[in-house]
DNA sequence: ACTGAAACTGAGGAGGG
DNA sequence: CCCTCCTCAGTTTCAGT
């Protein structure tokens, strides 16, 4: 993990369709070089995949909330996020320091939805309660963001 | 809008580096119909980009918080959001509906660097104070969510 | 809107320094 | 770890339907 697997890392985050033979032109390595670089970096699981980011309006998903989880006494964290796990319209989940369990990010079509969805929800086993924060507008998710240099040098 | 694009759409999200070729297998269309519908979708801004998943802890980022934001009586929201935007280790924001007025999502090295980017938030104009969830694991994260058909098809 | 042909370009592996 | 070749497969354009 140097500099060009840095810089590498950087342009795949910005543009994941990026040729090879263009990232080896950004780096200064041949494109069959950035691909054996790129394969390791899979291989070692710093790359985790490829991924289409949509809007999601343009699919009918109009309402995001963020939502804590608080759990029961008796809760078994492992079992409710294998619960979280399962439903659809949870597309992240936190597990977090604090009163809550739990902070997940619920994406649905309508206020409805959002009403069946935090139904299923508190019907967990070890949920005790919710509390939902609505998103109003998304400034902007998921950047990449980019560590310095002397910072991500430990990680080596 | 149809089903075929969904499916096309459904497919790039899990993998974004999947061929046309491929798609076109999978949808039973030619590449090149496949290739004219996705820049379509681009063009649309439903499909708004392609990246790498990076795991955060293999390039140095050891910290999550989810950070949310109260505001001054006289605080500008869309100021807050613009300096929010400069700080490279807020990698989503949301405005939302509550007392708080954004909630933010912070990736840092260390909680050295926490400690220090909770600062730079507190000193934005606007920014009355903040409450910090840190992460203590994130069971999973931007996971594809699909809407299902008869939701949808109001959006075409 | 899709197909199929054609020209082009990148992917991915072999071989060598 | 990197380079240069080489081949095959995918991309992208375009005329035709």
Same mark, same amino acid.
């Given at each position: 993990?140097?500099?060009?697997?840095?810089?590498?890392?950087?342009?795949?985050?910005?543009?994941?369709?990026?040729?090879?033979?263009?990232?080896?032109?950004?780096?200064?390595?041949?494109?069959?070089?950035?691909?054996?670089?790129?394969?390791?970096?899979?291989?070692?699981?710093?790359?985790?995949?490829?991924?289409?980011?949509?809007?999601?309006?343009?699919?009918?998903?109009?309402?995001?909330?963020?939502?804590?989880?608080?759990?029961?006494?008796?809760?078994?964290?492992?079992? /409710?996020? #294998?619960?979280?796990?399962? $439903?659809?319209?949870?597309?992240?989940?936190?597990? =977090? &320091?604090?009163?809550? %369990?739990? !902070?997940?990010?619920?994406?649905?079509?309508? /206020?409805? #939805?959002?009403?069946?969805? $935090?139904?299923?929800?508190?019907?967990?086993?070890? =949920? &005790?309660?919710?509390? %939902?924060? !609505?998103?109003?507008?998304?400034?902007?998710?998921?950047?990449?963001?980019?560590?310095?240099?002397?910072?991500?040098?430990?990680?080596?």
């Amino acid at each position: 993990m140097d500099t060009v697997d840095r810089r590498i890392i950087a342009a795949l985050r910005t543009n994941g369709r990026v040729t090879y033979a263009d990232l080896g032109r950004q780096v200064g390595l041949s494109a069959s070089a950035v691909h054996e670089r790129v394969g390791k970096l899979e291989t070692a699981g710093v790359i985790t995949g490829y991924h289409a980011m949509v809007d999601p309006r343009a699919v009918g998903l109009d309402v995001t909330a963020l939502v804590s989880i608080h759990p029961t006494d008796t809760a078994d964290d492992e079992d /409710v996020a #294998d619960a979280l796990a399962e $439903l659809n319209e949870v597309e992240s989940c936190y597990r =977090v &320091a604090g009163d809550e %369990s739990f !902070v997940v990010k619920v994406r649905v079509a309508t /206020v409805d #939805d959002l009403e069946r969805s $935090l139904s299923r929800l508190r019907r967990i086993k070890g =949920v &005790a309660r919710t509390r %939902s924060t !609505v998103v109003l507008s998304t400034r902007f998710e998921g950047r990449p963001n980019t560590v310095d240099e002397e910072r991500s040098a430990h990680a080596e």
